[in-house]
């Protein structure tokens, strides 16, 4: 019997978090959002993304007209306060300013004006695209004519907006119709480590299976406003789900640079 191909068969898969090089949804400028709330605290979380293998991330600040009012003007400060504290640590990981956009009218204000916070990704096409990472509310639908017309505000600036957690939503687990008419329109779509490491329940859990089994995902992502959500990445290192959605050519981290 040729034992070393048994070996192969039985050595379970493995995540290599190098493979995905970047995170594209994090909380880590500090004392902006409900994220990292200092220096000290983002630290300790790009120094655990590193330890995971990741080499760069986009920091995504919440931006919500009521609860964080954020700005590219009120952002940039704090950002930069954190790049000198990683500079002077000398931590060999990339940071880049976004943000994450509540879908609200004053979203597609914003989305018409074009003045938002967006990062360059590659798509599987080999088109630089400029992309905008947006989220739904928690407890109701957005209206569909906000959706659509947020979609083609976005396209019409050139942006490709990127929907945060498409399986948080509790509204859209059994009926996900607002999916479809995002993707159909161009939208893309991510999920949460946490969700799939089971945080959130069964119910979070298997609808973020769902979506990556379905082709849907472009980016999984730690949406890291503490260690806890560093560590539901490493919690998933031998996730088959994950190994098989890596292996499917679905994913678009490496469409920042490797
Ligand atoms: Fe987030």
Not at 25 to 31: D, E, I, K
């Amino acid at each position: 019997m040729k034992w070393s191909w048994l070996w192969k068969r039985e050595r379970p898969a493995s995540v290599r978090f190098s493979d995905l090089a970047w995170d594209v949804h994090s909380h880590l400028v500090p004392g902006v959002d409900d994220g990292a709330p200092d220096l000290e605290a983002a630290l300790e979380m790009v120094r655990g993304m590193h330890a995971l293998g990741y080499k760069g991330m986009v920091l995504t600040p919440h931006v919500m007209s009521d609860l964080y009012p954020n700005s590219p003007e009120t952002l940039r400060p704090a950002f930069d306060s954190l790049q000198a504290a990683v500079d002077q640590a000398q931590l060999p990981v990339k940071l880049k300013l976004a943000a994450e956009y509540l879908l609200e009218p004053e979203c597609l204000e914003l989305l018409q004006s074009g003045e938002l916070l967006a990062f360059t990704c590659v798509d599987q096409a080999g088109n630089e695209k400029e992309v905008v990472l947006m989220e739904f509310g928690f407890h109701h639908a957005p209206h569909e004519d906000l959706v659509k017309e947020s979609l083609f505000a976005a396209q019409t600036r050139g942006l490709t907006p990127l929907l945060a957690h498409c399986e948080r939503y509790p509204y859209l687990h059994k009926e996900d119709g607002l999916l479809e008419l995002w993707r159909e329109r161009g939208g893309w779509m991510s999920v949460n480590a946490a969700s799939l490491a089971g945080a959130y329940g069964p119910e979070t859990r298997d609808m973020a299976k769902k979506c990556m089994d379905r082709g849907w995902v472009s980016f999984l992502c730690s949406d890291a406003h503490g260690m806890r959500h560093v560590r539901a990445l490493e919690a998933l290192a031998t996730s088959k789900t994950v190994v098989r959605w890596m292996a499917s050519g679905q994913s678009l981290h490496r469409g920042l640079g490797a």
